[in-house]
């Protein structure tokens, strides 16, 4: 039987343990992974390179206020639901089909403001998040939403119990 006689990290990060913002968000979207890999379980490869990648910048940077939620977009792409914007100009985003629609659906779907907003953080990369304008209540909208599309579209997901704490640190 083998043993490990040394182990070393990969990556050091100098302030998502110290910075209070980045460690709320950080228990956040670990909650949140936690409740999204259970219905995905196997390895992937991709996601993993992703994750690192988005915390060694989200450690990197000064300017995170709207990280969460890009992450909360960037992972619907990795476990299957990716918002599909198939007009620009289509005036409703339905949740549970996950497409943009021209007619107002009966429930579970957003419009602008919000769906400006949900259009944006797509085609926004993590170096441009900081130009992304979000007040606190239209952010908090935004990570509602948010939630409400992963429950949507996710059998065994539980809405991270941290989220209260989360939506304090953002006011």
Known sequence: MGYITEAKPMQIYTSLHIDLFKSSVIVFISELLNSVLKESPGSNQ?????????????????????????????????????????????????????????????????????????????????????????NNVLRAKMLSIMIDYYSLHLQMFNSPKSIHVFNEVFK
């Open 46 to 134: 991709k996601l993993f390179q992703y994750l690192e990648y988005s915390l060694i910048w989200f450690d990197k940077s000064n300017k995170v206020s709207n990280f969460h939620l890009k992450v909360l977009i960037d992972l619907t792409r990795f476990i299957g639901f990716y918002p599909n914007i198939k007009e620009e100009s289509h005036a409703f985003f339905d949740l549970n089909s996950g497409t943009t629609l021209e007619v107002k659906p009966s429930k579970d779907y957003i419009q602008n403001p919000e769906l400006k907003k949900f259009k944006e953080l797509l085609g926004t990369t993590f170096e441009d998040l900081n130009t992304m304008k979000l």
